[in-house]
């Protein structure tokens, strides 16, 4: 299976920083990644998909970006409500795997 | 407004047998690929299981392979995982997901998910 690497595991920024996430696959994926935000005590929300496609409703502040094996999301500019932790998922081959997570908190 | 709502979780001894449901509204269900996607307390996600929109085709991860057993009844809208043999590191929040229109394993919507606790 194909294993997902997320750096870092945590990443300390304040809001209205740059935020740039990093997703690294055991083998090229092409661009079949996605990328979704969990908020504590909430589900999980499908932020892009095939790389660098948002998803319906996502604002434009967050980005992805990568081919082959290594892929980014960038939060341009962070929001109050951005600080939670990020998951990368491939759907390259069965089965699909998640990445472990970046937690984005709050200097 | 698409909607997933899991119920079914509790607590089981190992060994046992627990059924999750999960109701959906707000789109064809029928024409939807769905999964199950678990979560075991503060750790990552998992993905589980997948069915297609006529039930021909089942996906299993290595890890229930066996024990558990997806389904779906399209005319109640409702998707199903039957779970036998449960084991502790089974224990996990159970999330039922809808895959993306034609798009493979993208899941564009979560219910709230139902927490299955397996000890003893």
């Known amino acids: 299976e194909i294993v997902l690497t997320q750096s870092p595991a945590t990443l300390s920024l304040s809001p209205g920083e740059r935020a740039t996430l990093s997703c690294r696959a055991s083998q090229s994926i092409s661009t079949s990644l996605a990328w979704y935000q969990q908020k504590p005590g909430q589900s999980p929300r499908l932020l892009i998909y095939?790389?660098?496609n948002r998803a319906t409703g996502i604002p434009a502040r967050f980005s992805g970006s990568g081919s082959g094996a290594d892929f980014t999301l960038t939060i341009s500019s962070l929001e109050p409500e951005d600080f939670a932790v990020f998951y990368c998922?491939?759907?390259?081959?069965?089965?699909?795997?998640f990445g472990g997570g970046t937690k984005v908190e709050i200097k | 407004e698409v909607q997933l709502l899991e119920s079914g979780g509790g607590l089981v001894q190992p060994g046992g047998s627990l059924r999750l449901s999960c109701t959906a509204s707000?789109?064809?269900?029928?024409?939807?690929?769905m999964a199950w996607v678990r979560q075991a307390p503060g750790k990552g996600l998992e993905w589980v299981s997948t069915l297609t929109g006529n039930s021909d085709v089942t996906f299993y991860a290595d890890s229930v392979k066996g024990r558990f057993t997806i389904s779906r009844d399209n005319s109640k809208s409702t998707l199903y995982v039957e779970m036998n043999s449960l084991r502790a590191e089974d224990t996990a929040i159970y999330y039922c997901t809808r895959h993306m229109y034609n798009s493979g394993s993208i899941y564009d919507s979560w219910g709230q998910g139902t927490l299955v606790t397996v000890a003893s």
């Open positions: 998922q491939h759907r390259y081959q069965w089965p699909p795997t």
């Open positions: 095939d790389a660098s």
């Open positions: 707000g789109f064809t269900f029928s024409s939807y690929v």
